[in-house]
Nanobody
Framework: VQLQASGGGLVQAGGSLRLSCAAS????????IGWYRQTPGKQRELVAM???????RYVNSVKGRFTISRDNSKNTMYLQMNSLKPDDTAVYYC??????????WGQGTLVTVSS
């Protein structure tokens, strides 16, 4: 499985961005997908997760602002980010975990939110 993330960029506080991550192979629809982020000197943290059954999980700081979704017909996951804050500035990584326990990461896309 290969993951290709896109959609990062520079946005002003209060603005929106949508990240996308396209997956190769045929395991996408059966997998747990997620978005993580990392800033220099800090551990990578989970931002949002979506199971193959539709259950979601968000870090408290993004609840009500970010939405994770998936399109199984396109093997693509999304992260819609609204009301962005400077604290959301980070490199965002997409993640896929298969039912067999394998884990894959995208290459990361930089999101910069200016104040």
């Amino acid at each position: 499985v290969q993951l290709q993330a896109s959609g990062g960029g520079l946005v002003q506080a209060g603005g929106s961005l949508r990240l996308s991550c396209a997956a190769s192979g045929n395991k996408f629809r059966f997998s747990i997908i997620g978005w993580y982020r990392q800033t220099p000197g800090k551990q990578r943290e989970l931002v949002a997760m979506l199971s193959n059954a539709g259950s979601t999980r968000y870090v408290n700081s993004v609840k009500g602002r970010f939405t994770i979704s998936r399109d199984n017909s396109k093997n693509t996951m999304y992260l819609q980010m609204n009301s962005l804050k400077p604290d959301d500035t980070a490199v965002y990584y997409c993640n896929l975990q298969t039912l067999g326990g394998s884990e894959y990461w995208g290459q990361g896309t930089l999101v910069t939110v200016s104040s």
